[in-house]
């Protein structure tokens, strides 16, 4: 009875410590945040890899869910004969869940993976150490810039995939499935609600702070060389999307419970 009750208090006690690294490296990059100096190039830079950059696969994403959403529920309503109601299911779905959470998704595995390797490549090469004796403060000059804009562009790509998502149904909508243009979009304008938009890009906001924490976590915390840089890249993609469908529920259960 020992060995197995062993293993499971190491196990917890190893998930608390993780808690506990984690709980630490967020309280100092959010204090971070609001102290100065302030390095306002480095957040444009990163505003650029991290948005600009990420737009073509975000849009491409938005513009085939769109696409094939508009598909199913035409698919699937006709068995009801309820084929009206697909643009407003197509621009409800799209803003308030499959929008952000698609584009927080690949934005995971692309933003969150280039951040744990370019980190943990700097932790392993000391060059981290090197800021340090240099008098800058790592954690202002790479993680405030990383966080701020994540946070920052990850709702304009959302915003931006929601419009092409929307697009990507309607076209499907006219041209395969023989709906009205005009009654499509009145349709989706119509039932669309300001909240179902406004929940998509807190949701979004929330989904880029997470994944640039657990990039600049994974990148600080890497050691062994290049065996651990990609073992922390592993690690921040899957802790980051992890986090998102976790939040995803408890930001959704925020704006729409009873």
Known sequence: MYNPLAIVGRFFLAFLATIGRLSMFTGKSLSAVVTPPFYWRLCLQQMMTIG???LPVVGLTALFTGAVLALQIYLGSARF???SAVPNIVVVGLTRELGPVLAGLMLGGRVGAAIAAELGT???TEQLDALITLQTNPFRYLVVPRLVAATVTTPILVLI???IGVMGGYLVGIHRLNFN???YLKNSYDFLEAMDVTSGLVKAAVFGFLIALMGCY???NSKGGAQGVGRATT???VSSLILILISNYFVTEAFFSQ
Do not use: Q, R, W
Request: aromatic residues 14%; charged residues 20%.
């Open 122 to 124: 700097m932790k392993v």
């Open 181 to 183: 243009s005009a009654v």
């Open 161 to 163: 995939a929601d419009i």
């Open 235 to 237: 690690d921040a993609v």
């Open 218 to 220: 994974h990148g600080f």
């Open 81 to 83: 004969g309820a084929e």
């Open 52 to 54: 600009y950059y990420s």
